[in-house]
C-alpha cells in the first residue's frame, strides 16, 4: 500500500516538473497513460488524471497569458515603429503589413477619402492579389468602411458578402468576390473631427473577430491616424523648411528654431504613443516648458498634474478657461499663469494650465500648442481604446429598448460579459437636451454611464440612460445637477423604474418619455421628474396605473384608521371637500357638531401631515377619494368581492 502511495506521489511530481518546464501536453497525457499501463489502483489513478487535468489548466493559463504580453508587446512594437521618419508612401506600407500580421489576416489596406470626387480611392495595400490595387475607387455611401466612419469605431462582418446588414454595392462586391475576400473589419482613420479614410484589414476565410481583435484593431486605427497627420504635417513642413533655406541668415535661424520644436513635438507626441500614462506626459511637457502643470477634462475635474499651479481654481483662472475654450487660442494669467485649451479637431477635450518658473519668450507660445496637442493625441488614443468596449454596450441597450421580446436570458449573458447585472434594479432615465447642445451631451452621456457602469443609447434626438438604481427621481436628479452646468443652461429629464428584467426596459423607457412630455406639457423645461414625482399625472402616465397603489399612498392612514376604529374620517373629509372647506356646512351635511368636524380634522391633520391642504396635496387627495369611491362602487357591483386595499374602510 505504501509502496502504491509513493509510485502515486513521484507520478504527481513528475507532472509538476513537467509543468515547470513548460512541457508540452502531450508529454503529460503520456505520463498518465503509462501511470495507466502500470496497473495503478482506481482511486490513485483519479488523483493522477485530476493532477494532470489541472496541470493543463495551468499550462492553458500560461499560454493565454503569453499572447496577451505578446499582442501588447506587438502593439507596442508598432506604436514606436510609426514614430519613425517616413514618408507617406512607406508609412502607409508599414501600417497595412504590421496589421496584416498582427490580425492573422490575408490581405489589408487603406482607403482615403476624396471630398472633390465624392468618392474613396485606395491609397495602398498589402496582400492583394489583383483587384484592390492602388488608385481604385470605392463609392461612399456603401460598404463596412461607410459604417466604421458613420458610427466612429470599427465595424467587422464575419462573411461581407452575405451579411445583410451591409450596405452593399456592385463595384466593392465584385472587388470583394475577385479577391476571395470573406470576414472583413474596418477602423476609420479619424484625426479630429476628420474622417479622412478607412483601414481595412480582410481574411479569406469565414471568421468571427473577438474584442480582443476589435479593440487591437480600434488602437491600430487611432495611432495610424496619428501616424498619418504626423507625416502630412511632417511633409508639410519640410516643404517650408525647403523654401526657408532659400533666404537669408534670418531664415536659417527661424529655421534652427523651426527643427527644435519639432523635435520636441515629434518627442512628445512620441512620448503619447508610447503607451506612457497622461501622468508620465505631463512630467516630460514640466521639463520642457520649466513649471507646473495641471491637465484638467471639459468639466474641470483634475486628470494629472506635476507641481503645483496655486491659483488653479482662482476666479480669474476659470474665466481664462472659458476665454482660450471660445477662441482656441492660449491665454495669459496677470499671475503669469498661461491657460491652453486640448481640443481635437472642433471638439474641447479640456485644458492644459502652465505656471511656468520664468516669464515665456517668443517660442513658449508654439511649445504650448504643442504640449497642448501631445495631450489630445493621448487622451484620443485612450478614447479609441475605450470605444471599442463602449460600441457593444450601446448596441445591447438598444436590442434591450427594440427587441425586448427576445429571450431574457440572451440579455442578462450579454451584459455579465460586459461585467453588468441586469437583474439588478435598474432605472431609465431620458434626457433632451435643449439650445442645440446634444453633441456635447451625448459624448457626457456616454463618459457617465461607463463611470456609473450603465448604458447610453440616443433615440430621436433624446439620450437615454440605463442606470443601476433604485430611485428613478433621484438618478434624474444627480444626471440634470451634473449636466446643466457643463451645458450652461437647463436640461430636461424623465426617469422611471427601477426594473429588474430585461423585459421591462422597454416599457420603463417609455414611462421616462412620457414623464418628460409631461415636463414639456406643464411648461417646465429644464426641470426633471418620475412618475412618484409627478403624483397622479404619474398614475396615468404609467403603463401600469396602480390607482390602489396612489390611493394608499395618498389617504392609506386615513382609511385604516376607520378600518380599525370605526369612525368616519373619509366621510368627514368627502364632505369637507364637498362643502367648498367649510367645517360649518360640511357639519350640516353630517349631522354632527362643526366641533366634531374640527376634531376630525385635526385627526387628518396628524395623519395625513400638516401640508395635506396645500394646493397640489388637497388636489391628490381629492383624486384619491374619487378613485377610492369608484372602487367602492365597483366592488359592490361585484357581488362585494374586495376590488382593492383602499376598500378596508367599509365605505
Not at 492579389?129 to 465595424?155: C, F, K, N
Not at 476571395?180 to 468571427?208: Q, S
Not at 481604446?385 to 460600441?391: I, L, R
Request: aromatic share 4%; glycine share 8%; with cysteine.
Amino acid at each position: 500500500m505504501k509502496r502504491a502511495e509513493g509510485a502515486e506521489i513521484g507520478e504527481i511530481l513528475a507532472i509538476l516538473e513537467l509543468l515547470a518546464a513548460e512541457a508540452p501536453p502531450s508529454e503529460l497525457e503520456d505520463l498518465v497513460r503509462r501511470a495507466r499501463a502500470s496497473g495503478l489502483e482506481a482511486d490513485a489513478l483519479s488523483r493522477l488524471e485530476r493532477a494532470e487535468y489541472l496541470a493543463s489548466r495551468v499550462h492553458a493559463q500560461l499560454s493565454r497569458r503569453q499572447q496577451r504580453e505578446a499582442g501588447l508587446s506587438a502593439l507596442v512594437d508598432v506604436a514606436r515603429e510609426l514614430t519613425l521618419p517616413y514618408d507617406l508612401d512607406a508609412l502607409l506600407n508599414t501600417i497595412t503589413r504590421r496589421t496584416r500580421t498582427l490580425l492573422g489576416l490575408d490581405m489589408s489596406y487603406i482607403t482615403f477619402r476624396d471630398a472633390a470626387a465624392g468618392d474613396s480611392y485606395v491609397r495602398t495595400s498589402d496582400g492583394h492579389a489583383s483587384a484592390l490595387t492602388v488608385g481604385y475607387r470605392v463609392p461612399y455611401s456603401s460598404g463596412i468602411g461607410d459604417e466604421a466612419i458613420t458610427s466612429s469605431v470599427p465595424v467587422w462582418s464575419p462573411d461581407y458578402l452575405s451579411d445583410e446588414r451591409m450596405r452593399h454595392s456592385d463595384v466593392l462586391d465584385e472587388v470583394v468576390r475577385a479577391e476571395g475576400l470573406r470576414a472583413i473589419i474596418a477602423a476609420p482613420l479619424l484625426f479630429g473631427d476628420d474622417a479622412f479614410g478607412v483601414l481595412y484589414a480582410a481574411g479569406r476565410n469565414i471568421r468571427h473577430f473577438t474584442v480582443g481583435d476589435v479593440s487591437l484593431m480600434s488602437s491600430l486605427g487611432a495611432l495610424a491616424a496619428v501616424a498619418i497627420e504626423r507625416t502630412r504635417t511632417l511633409e508639410r513642413s519640410h516643404a517650408d523648411v525647403i523654401s526657408l533655406r532659400s533666404d537669408s541668415s534670418q531664415t536659417a535661424s527661424l529655421l534652427g528654431e523651426f527643427r527644435r520644436l519639432n523635435e520636441l513635438h515629434t518627442s512628445l507626441v512620441d512620448h503619447a504613443l508610447a503607451g506612457n500614462s497622461l501622468n508620465s506626459l505631463v512630467t516630460e511637457v514640466a521639463g520642457i516648458l520649466g513649471g507646473a502643470v495641471l491637465v484638467r477634462d471639459v468639466e474641470h475635474r483634475p486628470l494629472a498634474a506635476h507641481g503645483t499651479v496655486p491659483t488653479a481654481d482662482g476666479t480669474e483662472v476659470l474665466r481664462a478657461c472659458q476665454t482660450a475654450a471660445t477662441r482656441r487660442t492660449p491665454v495669459a494669467v496677470a499671475d503669469g499663469t498661461w491657460v491652453v485649451p486640448v481640443t481635437a479637431g472642433n471638439e474641447e477635450l479640456g485644458v492644459l494650465l502652465l505656471r511656468p518658473d520664468e516669464p515665456l519668450d517668443e517660442s513658449g507660445a508654439p511649445l504650448l500648442g504643442m504640449a497642448a496637442q501631445s495631450v489630445a493625441v493621448l487622451l484620443q488614443v485612450q478614447r479609441g481604446e475605450e470605444a471599442a468596449a463602449s460600441s457593444f454596450r450601446d448596441e445591447l441597450f438598444e436590442d434591450l429598448l427594440a427587441a425586448p421580446h427576445r429571450p431574457t436570458k440572451q440579455f442578462i449573458q450579454r451584459a455579465r460579459r460586459l461585467g453588468i447585472d441586469l437583474e439588478r434594479p435598474h432605472v431609465v432615465v431620458v434626457i433632451r437636451p435643449e439650445g442645440g447642445a446634444q453633441g456635447r451631451a451625448a459624448g457626457w452621456a456616454a463618459s457617465y454611464a461607463r463611470r456609473m457602469h450603465g448604458f447610453r443609447s440616443i433615440q430621436s434626438g433624446c439620450i437615454a440612460l440605463l442606470l443601476p438604481a433604485t430611485d428613478a427621481s433621484a438618478s434624474a436628479r444627480a444626471v440634470s445637477a451634473e449636466l446643466t452646468p457643463l451645458l450652461g443652461h437647463p436640461v430636461t429629464v424623465g426617469a422611471a423604474g427601477p426594473v429588474s428584467d430585461p423585459g421591462l426596459v422597454q416599457q420603463a423607457h417609455q414611462e421616462a418619455l412620457r414623464c418628460l412630455d409631461a415636463l414639456v406639457s406643464l411648461d417646465s423645461v429644464g426641470a426633471y421628474a418620475s412618475p412618484e414625482d409627478l403624483g397622479f399625472l404619474g398614475v396615468l402616465l404609467s403603463d401600469n396605473r396602480d390607482a390602489a397603489g396612489f390611493i394608499t399612498a395618498t389617504i392609506g392612514p386615513i382609511l385604516d384608521y376607520d378600518a380599525q376604529r370605526m369612525t368616519e374620517l373619509t366621510r368627514t373629509l368627502d364632505a369637507y371637500f364637498a362643502a367648498g372647506g367649510s367645517p360649518t356646512h360640511a357639519a350640516e351635511a353630517l349631522h354632527v357638531h362643526p366641533n366634531t368636524v374640527s376634531r376630525r380634522l385635526e385627526r387628518i391633520a396628524d395623519l395625513l401631515g400638516a401640508d395635506w391642504l396645500k394646493p397640489e396635496r388637497a388636489l391628490e387627495v381629492q383624486v384619491a377619494l374619487r378613485l377610492q369611491r369608484a372602487h367602492a362602487l365597483l366592488r359592490h357591483k361585484d357581488g362585494g368581492r374586495p376590488a382593492a386595499h383602499a376598500d378596508s374602510s367599509g365605505q
